[in-house]
């Protein structure tokens, strides 16, 4: 006796189809799966065993081989349970197989029978989708996430027993089908943008720091990365933990990515939010290891890059990671993924991000700020250890290096202007309308990275500002890189004052964000 059952994991941060083969054969009872299972997939025999039993079927007592398909990829978490159990009742008579035609069937199974939701439901169900599945039977608790996938049929299963239609009255399943139109949510970005924004504080309650803010501003505008100095209490972590305030909220499409990477690592608590519609903020501990930051393990997982994805990844005291974690950072900065090699396999994780970063100047926090009784206390030599840790290539790669002095006063804003985090919000929502209707009036694609050549055709630059950039170059001994995102830092500022051209002021306000890694200490 045998039967097939189409079931699925996650790879990195796609699915993959996984066939459950299971064969019922006369001999001494016992039940084999093989196909590369780990701990969790090899444990789900007797998960399965004790749901049949308190399910009211029962588990046959005779040779079971369970084959997970393809064989040479190594399978991990619970997500078989329930595919492997149908694939037993079917085979041992008790189900038909026609009712798991084109089904594809995932979930964990509790003991009395109960099944409990899995991660990676979206990723699984865009590779069924490719696949030509037509109905999925998924625990009702990830019924929400999976609402977002179209063109499929969905099935919420809360117990075992609702396998067989005959217990509930009805051929099929019509009773536990989902109503797609009863039970999505629409996606709407104006309240998403009022809710992120109340999350996050105001940039009205920061006493002075006008610069810093500005500097938030251009950042947000065009996505750069960003780097605060200065002596502790100044509002660096403050004002960067405020960033996501004035990002706009992110699109469907950006939506669906940053749900399905957190759904495939386990993230998605709130069974019933649907989509993350706010762009991500991870600010994690400067102990944390390479594979944390960038994603790891013998099947790897997104780390802390991938989950800042569409977002800002935020590292508080820059010089207390590890050099070699920093260094990391590198290729996801400049390619904006990450690729993680393994024997058998590559994986790719998405890593679009906005890199916030902050920093003292020295272990104690005061070189360059002194003042009442305090007093930097380091030597000349902890202060070039403290700083080594920041690479040049690393600084290379950060657009704005922003200096955050300890303010004199609670002076007020100069000529009574005084940014607030929904002014700065429209601002941003504003440069960013303006760049992409220019990007298409030129035959771009805003949606598309655009290369070297197609991007300086698109920048558009006035010959006083070439000029000063070039000048630029020469006196300050700047790398290729670093010129390439100065033009692009002078782009942004002139989408912020709508302007068609980068005249000579939007050129001379980008290249004065390059002080921090000019200054003699470095």
């Known amino acids: 006796m045998f039967s097939f059952i189409q079931s699925a994991s996650v790879y990195g941060v796609d699915g993959k189809k996984i066939s459950v083969e299971v064969d019922i054969a006369s001999g001494l009872p016992q039940v084999n799966i093989v ?82 939701p899995v991660s990676g439901v979206l990723a699984m169900l865009e590779q069924a989708k ?4 037509t109905r999925v039977l998924l625990p009702k608790e990830n019924v929400e996430e999976a609402l977002w996938i179209s063109g499929m049929e969905l099935f919420g299963i809360t117990h075992l027993n609702q396998l067989d239609p005959n217990k509930n009255g009805s051929k099929d399943w019509e009773h536990l ?22 999350g996050c504080g105001d940039y009205g309650d920061v006493i002075g720091q006008h610069q810093a803010k500005r500097a938030m501003l251009i950042a947000a505008a065009g996505k750069h990365n960003l780097l605060l100095s200065g002596p502790p209490g100044t509002g660096k972590t403050m004002m960067i933990r405020r960033l996501p305030g004035i990002l706009p909220p992110l699109t469907e499409r950006e939506a669906l990515e940053v749900t399905k990477i957190y759904s495939v690592a386990g993230k998605l608590t709130d069974a019933g939010s ?23 393990g013998s099947v790897p997982k997104p780390g802390e890059v991938t989950l800042a994805h569409r977002g800002v990844l935020y590292l508080d005291e820059l010089p207390e990671f590890p050099r070699q974690v920093l260094e990391v950072l590198r290729q996801p900065l400049e390619d904006r993924i990450v690729t993680i090699s393994r024997s058998k396999a590559v994986f790719q994780f998405p890593a679009k991000i906005m890199l916030a970063a902050s920093f003292n100047p020295c272990p104690c926090g005061y070189y360059g700020h002194e003042y009442g009784d305090k007093q930097c206390t380091c030597s000349a030599i902890a202060i070039g250890r403290y700083r080594s840790k920041i690479s ?25 202007l005084h940014l607030t985090s929904f ?61 390439d995102r100065m033009l692009k830092l002078a782009r942004t500022i002139a989408d912020l004052e709508c302007s068609e051209y980068v005249e000579a002021e939007h050129v001379a306000e980008a290249i004065q964000y390059r002080r921090v890694e000019k200054q003699t200490a470095w």
């Open 130 to 133: 490719q696949s030509d599945l």
């Open 274 to 296: 649907g989509l993350i519609t706010t762009p991500p903020f991870r600010a994690p501990h400067h102990t944390i290891s390479s594979g944390g930051l960038v994603g790891g």
């Open 423 to 483: 002014q700065m919000r429209q601002m941003v929502l504003s440069a960013r309308a303006f760049h992409r209707d220019r990007l298409t009036s030129l035959g771009f694609s805003p949606e598309d990275e655009l290369n070297v050549k197609t991007f300086k055709t698109s920048v558009m630059l006035r010959r006083e500002a070439s000029e000063l950039l070039a000048n630029a170059f020469e006196a300050l001994g700047i790398s290729l890189r670093v010129y």
């Open 177 to 198: 089908q989902v109503d797609r139109h009863v039970n999505r949510q629409a996606f709407n970005g104006v309240q998403n943008m009022n809710e992120q924004a109340n």
């Open 392 to 416: 040049g290539p690393l600084l290379d790669r950060i657009d704005l290096h922003v200096e955050v002095p300890r303010p004199l006063s609670f002076e007020g804003p100069p000529n009574g």
């Open 35 to 116: 196909g590369l299972p780990d701990p969790a997939v090899r444990e789900s025999v007797e998960r399965v065993r004790a749901a049949l039993k308190n399910s009211g079927f029962t588990f046959p007592l005779d040779r079971i081989t369970v084959n997970l398909a393809p064989a040479d990829l190594r399978k991990e978490g619970t997500s078989f349970d329930l595919a492997i159990a149908a694939g037993i009742l079917t085979a041992s008579g008790q189900l038909g197989l026609t009712p798991f035609e084109r089904t594809l069937l995932i979930g964990e199974l509790s003991l009395d029978g109960h099944i409990r």
